[in-house]
């Protein structure tokens, strides 16, 4: 028999309740953001310099959102997703504390759901992961739903439990950093003049730049956060695969989007929840991806009144411009080039709260 | 209406005199300068040991000369070059306080001539630019003069203004980071014998090795320096554009020929002017990169005894090996091989201050 | 005549004796980590998180053992084997105090040994190289043997000598960081609950995962590392040489053999021993790494109950999975998808000293 070398978890392993304490614990350095910069080209101001995220009130720069979610992702891989065939969706995602350089960052997931299909192959697998620094809080939360093959098929299917997710996390839920104003917010040196007033729902924003994918760059990205899946490496295998080769990880395309949006977005300073996300179609080393944003809602933050919340859709399309906004030609329904479709919240500061 | 999404400058936009506070400000770090080195290869021992430094009287590693001069660059795409058709030159350029991990740099720029060319669609606009550190202090300055796109081609031409710019900047401007000496100098861990009197004007080096450039590595190199320039990273659009694939960045063949200068030029710690270079012809992902150096002249620094200045000019060419010393078959006119000629000053320690 | 850019050493050059001091030194960073966990994926739990590394008695997160070793051997390049024909083989490697973020490295090399090969064209130099941190204590040691051109074939053969090399390091010459327990090791953070006591002699694992290597990677690792072997770096003149192709560093597939080894031998946290290794063929861009182990042998650590030694051989196949664990079809002759054959002793928590 062979020498076990992974969790190998398939359906019939996973238990409703189950708490999973994932491996490799992380200390997070600055090699991880200069990484992140070179991989990505983000500038939000916010992420780059120490001084200016102390000009708001924070001890240093925090590290992107994106980086958080992509490190406390990582760690899920080995136990969860090893053998899953699709990333089904996200909900309820909630950054917490920020995560600064120095700080260790480790995964914790509860299994809240399991719902075998029809076809007795495969199941649905629903967790609530939890990233957590070393004093034990959380930096980010959010739930996530999987489709795993079953090991055998024989197994019998488990007592189904789907859990109620909402599909927005409310403004009220929303993480503030502690200390975090907007007084002297520099818009000059974040790039640009537009502030939280100047976003109404409805606004769609071509971000107009693009970025061609290689395999060295998703390849190291997906490395750096530990990230094992394997359909993301191994030419070899994938030569005889489902696409003919390797799959670029889903939450490179997202920090990518993200970085894209910087253009349009350059104050919305922090990412404060993901309600949903879907990736929509598979991107390939060699496509260029394009992204456009809408907001879809915005609201006051009675609790930091120097900011306001953005809800943001940003759709990225690969070897499509997005000048005329693509997005779906029916209900579910995407335009061929679209590969993601991510629905969530960024804080951006409020014009009348600055300098007061 | 588009809504807006970068300062979008096109020619009949700049004004004489005109003052731009560059986004995005930055924080180094221990990550950029491991990055740099992976990017590049580089081997000067200033730059990569601490201990050297301190031996030296720094506090610490100084980052690369190069990696700053790429950072500040950065920040300048945005607003200056973005509608840019040709990098025409750079000139006067002077390194200041030596940057290390931890200080932000910043950019600003003054534009210092402007001159519409005859055909009436484009422009030439010149800036000064500074980079500075979170003190104020000015880490870099150059000149540079690109050719910009007008978007309306009726806007009326300004008034012609253009800058006075010293062909070479004088030994006395160059500026020797405080505290700097070569008592014990180790050539053997610098990598090299050859001192500032073993180098004489006329002496021509070729530096052997060579670099093939791979598309993630100068993506990576220029967005770790957050630079925007859309041509380096959009393979969908290039394929239909001018070369028919993305462009290599000039900043990184610059940086790619220091690190290979180092075979020759071991002791050369530290660029301290920039008195022209140009970017004589393209380079894309595949080509190969040999370099070689004219020694052009030398200094004594009465400031700085321990140092003299070498006025080098290096050139670097693609697929075609330098040891018959490869530069232009007539005058401005270079052979085809040819991609960049680089003419700036490095510092060396001499011989007869050592050990004193 | 050319002006001298490299130590530029023959077979001829060598002596007997001889003492070599390796530029650059190189400060070692957050930077690099972030980079190593880029280009290999590594999950180690004690280079990758410093608080796992502080519950074990370490200050903080030591570098990852054959980052070190790669660090090391760069320097040794220039030197020695720039004019390399073929790296034969190392012996006694052993590793020495752990290596930490802000520590300096250098490299100090002896000739032990030389023989020149009958042709009269080549011979064999034998190094015993050293690296040294900054208060001079040693981080690694090892014996290497390459063959070396001559440059000029007439000069007179040097008296033959080999230095007697040990096949292993004896379990009680390999380094115990001091303070190192395993009170309170967490197998659940570490990723597998398998520790000394459930290795036996003859098992085989397969480590089941691989990784495809892009030249982009392989010369980021290697110049990393600033190995300046011009054989990973120079398409335009590798196009015409041996293989028609850049070759891939050696150490860069110890590497990810080593990365890849995590399934299977997850709490195999340290290499403290390097007892031989072989580049059994070469490896390319484009080719798919796959690894598998072997239990060589397990020892008791007297100094160090908390502790025991596995000697592992771990063999690297390229396009070619390992569940049936390829390896020689006669003694010395190597399957033809084998690139590696890499023999070295593991640390490893032991059950029964945990939590004591």
């Known amino acids: 028999m062979a020498f076990p070398t992974h969790p190998d978890n398939f359906f019939e392993h996973f238990r409703v309740g189950q708490v999973l304490e994932h491996a490799t614990p992380r200390t ?13 080209g983000t500038r939000f101001a916010l992420h780059s310099s120490d001084d200016f995220a102390r000009s708001l009130g924070l001890p240093q720069a925090p590290l992107d959102d994106l980086l958080v979610f992509n490190l406390v ?27 600064y350089c120095g700080d260790t960052l480790r995964t914790v997931s509860t299994v809240t759901g399991l719902r075998q299909n029809k076809e007795g192959q495969t199941g ?29 098929a024989t197994a019998p ?35 640009s003049p537009h502030l939280w007033e100047d976003y109404q729902p409805g606004e ?6 693009a970025m061609t994918v290689e395999e060295a760059d998703h390849m190291l990205a997906t490395r ?49 929840a993901i309600h949903g996300g879907r990736h929509v179609g598979p991107t390939f080393a060699g496509d260029t ?45 995407y335009e061929p080039a679209i590969v993601l479709d991510f629905d969530y919240t960024v804080l951006m500061p409020r014009r009348e709260s600055r300098g007061a």
């Open 204 to 209: 769609r924003i071509d971000h107009v730049d």
């Open 224 to 272: 750096l956060y530990q990230n094992p899946a394997r359909v993301h490496f191994n030419q070899h295998a994938e030569r005889g695969g489902r696409f003919g080769r390797r799959l670029v990880y889903g939450g490179h395309i997202i920090s990518l989007a993200r970085a894209l949006s910087f253009n349009g977005l350059a104050n919305a300073l922090r990412v404060a």
């Open 28 to 40: 997070v350095t600055a090699g991880d953001t200069a990484l992140y910069t070179a991989l990505y």
């Open 289 to 333: 991806i394009y992204a456009w944003s809408e907001v879809l809602d915005k609201t006051p933050l009675p609790a930091a009144p120097d900011f306001g919340a953005l809800r943001i859709r940003t759709v990225a399309a690969k070897d499509r411009p997005c000048a005329d906004f693509p997005y779906q030609v029916a209900e579910g329904t």
């Open 73 to 99: 992702f990582g760690k899920t891989v080995a136990d969860i997703s090893l053998n899953a065939i699709a990333n089904l969706g996200y909900a309820a995602g909630r950054f917490g504390q920020p995560v």
């Open 157 to 191: 299917a488990p007592h189904p439990v789907v859990p109620e997710l909402p599909s927005t996390v409310p403004a009220t839920d929303l993480a503030i950093p502690a200390g975090l104003h907007s007084r002297g917010y520099d818009t000059t040196l974040a790039g």
């Open 124 to 152: 649905v697998v629903y967790v609530h992961s939890r990233g957590l620094n070393q004093r034990g809080e959380l930096v980010l939360e959010y739930n996530r739903w999987v489709m795993v093959r079953k090991r055998d």
